[in-house]
């Protein structure tokens, strides 16, 4: 037996709750992982408390993503003893993800883990932080560098917004910050914002072109906020799209995209090929700083997961959730 969170739905009744599970009990997959570390993410949230329709079938362990030590393997990639993370590929969802001791997965999903980061510290970075460096490298392929003018990233305090931030900022952008928390001004200049704006400026319907601003952005938003910074963008500016978090409409007009040639880029982390999954790793080991996870990142055990999950929800919780499966 061992513990982690599950959540099942009987009697038309959903329940999360902290359990024992028989190693029995696990799917399939040809490598069975112990797990050190995973993650509270936006999408854990909303599968712990029921908010959306995140999980597929029931029951399920939620945590789209964990690191830990293979204990056995059949995949000849991995052996016993490799530290390795895991992002995405509907684990959480539709496969039994992270939030417990013991994961069994297909070892096609996995990464090995990169040095230096411990397996803490991955987790720290996260699927959060994995998905901002797929986001800063969109901006890259689409020709966006330091010397095109400033960037942005809405939601910045969160996950991937502060990981995003901190990347940038050490690549030598300048970057504006998006928050709707003014209180977390202090913690995004320390992650390398220059300026920090507002989210109510951008959060009301705006218009189809807005003043010139920004070469490149981030947005884990979607909705108005979307629609507002592709509307402020200069021109041939491109905009990577990674999140939803204000809603998953684009209230937008094509005037940016024919008048000023803006590009908008999605960017999904889920089932993105092992390479992209791969340079995204060995580009967080070299540009982001160890010494920043730290102001990144929180400690929680399994139960407080639990408690966080409807926080998380409210837009109370910043940075990182790192979620120790052992206590």
């Not at 029921?50 to 056995?72: C, H, K, L, N, Y």
């Not at 800063?136 to 330091?146: D, K, M, S």
Request: neutral net charge; hydrophobic residues 45%; contains cysteine.
């Amino acid at each position: 037996m061992f513990q982690g969170i599950w959540i099942d739905k009987e009697d038309g009744q959903y329940r999360a709750d902290v359990r024992g599970i028989n190693k029995e009990q696990l799917p399939e997959g040809d490598v069975l992982v112990r797990v050190s570390h995973s993650t509270l993410n936006y999408k854990d949230a909303l599968a712990i408390t029921g908010a959306s329709p995140v999980v597929r079938q029931f029951p399920m362990v939620p945590g789209i993503d964990f690191a830990g030590v293979v204990e056995t393997s059949s995949h000849p990639d991995y052996k016993s003893g490799d530290s390795v993370v895991l992002n995405g590929w509907g684990v959480g969802e539709k496969h039994w993800g992270g939030l417990a001791e013991f994961a069994r997965v297909s070892g096609d999903w996995l990464v090995p883990l990169q040095a230096p980061f411990t397996l803490r510290q991955a987790m720290a970075i996260g699927t959060a932080g994995y998905t901002a460096m797929l986001c800063v490298l969109a901006l890259e392929r689409h020709g966006v560098t330091p010397a095109s003018g400033p960037v942005v990233v809405t939601g910045a305090a969160g996950g991937v917004g502060s990981v995003a931030v901190a990347v940038l900022a050490q690549l030598g952008y300048e970057v504006s910050a998006v928050t709707g928390r003014p209180e977390q001004a202090d913690f995004l200049k320390r992650l390398g914002a220059r300026h920090i704006v507002e989210r109510a400026g951008l959060s009301a319907p705006g218009k189809p072109l807005a003043r010139e601003q920004w070469a490149g952005a981030i947005d884990v938003a979607g909705g108005h906020v979307l629609a507002n910074v592709c509307a402020a963008m200069r021109y041939r500016g491109v905009v990577a799209a990674c999140g939803l978090a204000s809603g998953m409409d684009f209230p937008a007009t094509v005037a940016p995209f024919i008048l000023r040639g803006v590009t908008l880029a999605g960017v999904d982390s889920v089932m993105a090929p092992r390479a992209d999954r791969l340079q995204a790793w060995q580009r967080l080991a070299r540009d982001l700083d160890p010494a920043l996870l730290e102001s990144l990142a929180q400690d929680a055990t399994l139960a407080d997961a639990l408690t966080l999950a409807p926080q998380m929800l409210e837009g109370k919780v910043r940075g990182r959730v790192v979620v120790s499966v052992r206590g």
